[in-house]
C-alpha cells in the first residue's frame, strides 16, 4: 500500500478510541476540522458561520484549522473532533483502515487539482504533457493515477516544493496545483500559466466533502441534517457574495490575501456547477474507489461505497 496521509491503524485501536465517539459535547459545541488552512476551498463553510447559519441551526460551531499533513480523518474517526473537510480520496483511504467515516454533502463537484504549465510551453492536454520537470508529490492518489493514465514521455518527475519559485524560473518546468491558488501566485509574479485540471484526465474525487463518523451520525442524525442544511446555505452566500467571509479567511490565515481570495472564487464557481449543491451519486463514488483500485492504493474488496457517504 502507497504511503498516504492516514494515521489510524488496527481496528483495536480505532474501537478503543471510538468509544465516545459521536457524544456531543456538554456545551453543545460541535467542531469542524479542516484539512488545511483556511482558504477559498473551505469558503462556504466559513459563510454559514460569519453570516449566523449555523447559528440559525441551534449549532454552536467552531472551526478547526488544518495545515500540512493535518490528521483530520483521525480527528474525526476518534471523535476528537465531530465533523472534517477532507477530498472524497482520503475518505475512502480512511474507510479502508477500519476508519467508520461517513460522508454527508460535497459542495465542489469538479476537482480543483491541476497541473500548471507555462503558456509558452504550448502544452495544452495531458498527451502533450512532454519533456518537462514535473514537481509532484508521490503520495497523493491524483499522482499514481497521472502517472498511470497519463503518458508522460520524457518527464522527469521530482518533489513538489510548496511554492512556484523554480515554476518561475523555468519554462520547461510543471508542478501540482489548485486552479484558485497557485496560477494566481504565478501570474502575479509575472508568469504566463495554463492549467490541466486532473479531471479532464478522468480523476475527479469530491473536494472539500462535509463528514463526519458512523456513531455520530447514527446518534445525532438531526444535528448532522442541520449542520449539512446551514452548510449548503453557507456555500450559496459565499458563491453569490463572498466578501465578507474573504475578510474572515484573510484574518484566520493573512497569507490568503484579499486578492487571491476573489480570484479563487470565481475560478471555483463553475467547479460547484452541474449537480444540486452538496449533491453526491454512487456512480462517481464507485468511479473513484474502482480507481484507487486500479493503482493499487486500496485492496479491492475493502471498501464498500454505499457506506462511505450518506445517500
Known sequence: MTNRAISIRGTALLAALLTSCGKAPEDGKITLALNWFPEVEHGGYFAALVHGYYQEEGLDVEILPGGPDSPVIARVATGKATLGVDNADNILFGRAEAAPLVALMAPIQKSPRCILVHEESAIETFEELRNVTLAMSARGAFSHYLRKHAPLEGVEIVPYSGTVSQFLLDPNYAQQGYVFSEPFVAQQQGAKTRSLLLADL??????????????????????????????????????????????????????????????????????????????????????????????????????QVLDAFKQ
Open 202 to 303: 478522468g480523476f475527479n474525487p469530491y473536494t472539500s466533502v462535509l463528514f463526519t463518523n458512523e456513531t455520530f451520525l447514527r446518534e445525532y442524525p438531526d444535528v448532522a441534517e442541520r449542520f449539512v442544511r446551514a452548510s449548503i446555505k453557507g456555500w450559496k452566500k459565499y458563491l453569490a457574495e463572498p466578501e465578507e467571509t474573504n475578510r474572515e479567511i484573510n484574518r484566520l490565515n493573512p497569507e490568503m490575501g484579499l486578492d487571491i481570495l476573489a480570484f479563487g472564487v470565481e475560478v471555483l464557481r463553475p467547479l460547484t456547477e452541474g449537480a444540486p449543491m452538496g449533491n453526491m451519486t454512487t456512480e462517481r463514488w464507485q468511479q473513484l474507489l474502482g480507481q484507487l483500485e486500479e493503482i493499487e492504493m486500496i485492496r479491492p474488496g475493502t471498501v
